[in-house]
């Protein structure tokens, strides 16, 4: 038998399965005009915030309300925002904030939330009053908490070979065929528990 290997999984790669599960363009449209609106707010109190090229919803995101990945080679960045933040009940504010907390991090040495954010952040408090921290609550932000939990997982993978555990709470590609994938550690069979 032929088993054609398509693709390894490890748990960091939740990333690329989240292209499984359609985000209504709408909400990606509301987040691109939500961030030229952040922009603003910065460049007005002087910030000089870094090339965005993109902005989107990951329905995989929920341990962060967001997050900022870095083109190391290019100096870009791409910023996702948990999809909690987009709900009818939760303040825009709330998901300004998140989206200008990202910004920071798009600064000269503004990885982390030292430094760079760190004076940025100062920056906006002082011009607006505005009160960002390196994490936020779901209550700070005006979520509700039947939006912030975490999902339950509802699938358990196991690697044969080395052991590795693979979770997933979505159904996706990977969750309906595990056999056309392998574990990324070690290029074993997964079985499903
Ligand atoms: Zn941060
Ligand atoms: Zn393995």
């Known amino acids: 038998m032929t088993i054609t290997i398509i693709q390894t999984v ?9 292209q499984d599960k359609e985000v209504p363009a709408i909400l990606n449209q509301r987040l691109e005009k939500s961030l030229r609106e952040c922009e603003m707010i910065c460049d007005h109190a002087g910030i000089k915030t870094g090339k965005i090229t993109e902005i989107r919803v990951n329905p995989l995101l929920r341990s962060a309300w967001g997050r900022c990945i870095t ?24 998901l300004k904030r998140t989206i200008i907390h990202e910004l920071c991090h798009t600064v000269k040495d503004g990885h ?5 954010w760190r004076e940025a952040a100062d920056r906006l408090k002082k011009v607006y009053g505005l009160q960002l921290s ?4 779901a209550e700070e932000l005006s979520v509700p908490r039947s939006l912030s939990q975490e999902p339950a997982i509802r699938y358990v993978f196991r690697c044969a070979d080395c052991g590795q555990i ?28």
């Not at 982390?112 to 760079?116: D, I, R, S, V």
């Not at 390196?134 to 609550?137: L, R, V, Y």
Request: negative net charge; hydrophobic residues 25%.
């Open 166 to 193: 693979i979770q997933r709470s979505r159904r996706s590609k990977f969750v309906e065929n595990p056999e056309r994938y392998r574990c990324g550690n070690c290029g074993g069979t997964l079985e499903q528990l």
């Open 112 to 116: 982390g939330h030292k430094k760079g």
């Open 71 to 94: 083109d190391r080679i290019n100096g870009t960045h791409r910023i996702e925002i948990n999809e909690a933040l987009l709900d009818n009940s939760v303040p825009e504010l709330s």
């Open 10 to 18: 490890l748990p960091i790669f939740l990333e690329e399965e989240s």
């Open 134 to 137: 390196p994490a936020n609550s």
